[in-house]
């Protein structure tokens, strides 16, 4: 039975509507970032009055932009590995074996969820300056540090999305593998896996945006060198001025990657939540 007209008409104009207001904000950043700034200090205009891609070349030189960007790749990417490989292990463990404390364990992964995120950063804080001055190991202000904070709260959810996923995948194709010799990273690794790559593609993508556009602990737990791209960003807001065109410009540059990883993984993340959340 077809649906009434009213009913296809108000679904048009719905859309229309949510389209528009999704797409005014970065229409806005996109004009912004092609004027001059006496133009985006002044009356706001709809349409520009003078088109310049000076912004874009100057984003580079105002702040190092070249270093955060670098920053952010190296700790986004390494805190996506460790969390994907720490949670593939983990969640195959919890699918697959019974043992002593697996529920309080799936319920404790899942319980560092309820905290805020500024709940951990002055114990994370002091840890880090306590384990420096006693061990020499600098992980306050380091890459390093900063990735292990990112862990504390990307992993517990990958972890978590995982145990769902793997226990979609049939145990038969476990037994199949053991059966024709191979043991249990054997199985884990040839056959569940690949079966399970949408929802492995899944975390990656969240630990990785989680992790790029984090600005509470990178604020606190980066210095001058190691600052990411989040933090980076306040550097075109001066005592003097706020180049705004040049900060629309560096916001949309610093957008495309992560843009474009989920546009070419769209339908493994879909489908990856989708199997991830029902059991």
Request: with cysteine.
């Amino acid at each position: 039975m077809a649906p009434p007209r009213s009913f296809l008409w108000s679904r048009r104009i719905f859309l229309t509507l949510l389209t528009g207001f999704v797409l005014l904000p970065v229409y806005v950043m996109v004009s912004s970032s092609l004027k001059p700034l006496a133009d985006v200090t002044g009356k706001f205009r709809w349409l520009p009055t003078e088109l310049t891609l000076r912004p874009y070349v100057d984003i580079w030189s105002t702040v190092p932009l070249a270093r955060y960007f670098v920053n952010s790749l190296i700790v986004a990417g390494a805190a996506t590995v460790c969390s994907v490989v720490i949670a593939v292990f983990a969640a195959y463990a919890v699918s697959r074996y019974d043992f002593r404390g697996k529920r309080v364990f799936t319920v404790t992964v899942l319980s560092t969820q309820m905290f805020p995120g500024i709940l951990f950063l002055l114990p994370l804080f002091l840890i880090y300056v306590n384990i420096g001055n006693a061990t020499g190991i600098a992980l306050f202000g380091s890459r390093g540090g900063l990735i292990l904070t990112y862990l504390t709260f990307s992993l517990p959810f990958s972890i978590w999305m995982l145990i769902g996923y793997f226990d979609s995948v049939p145990r038969d194709l476990d037994e199949a593998a053991l059966v024709d010799g191979c043991g249990p990273l054997g199985a884990l690794f040839r056959v569940v896996v690949p079966a399970a790559v949408p929802g492995i593609v899944a975390v990656a993508v969240y630990a990785f945006m989680t992790a790029w556009g984090e600005v509470l602990f990178a604020s606190v737990m980066t210095n001058d060198t190691t600052r990411t791209l989040a933090v980076g960003l306040q550097g075109y807001s001066t005592l003097n001025d706020v180049y705004w065109n040049q900060i629309m410009a560096a916001s949309l540059v610093v957008s495309v990657p992560v843009v474009a990883g989920f546009l070419l993984l769209q339908r493994y993340l879909v489908a990856g939540l989708t199997a991830g959340a029902v059991k």
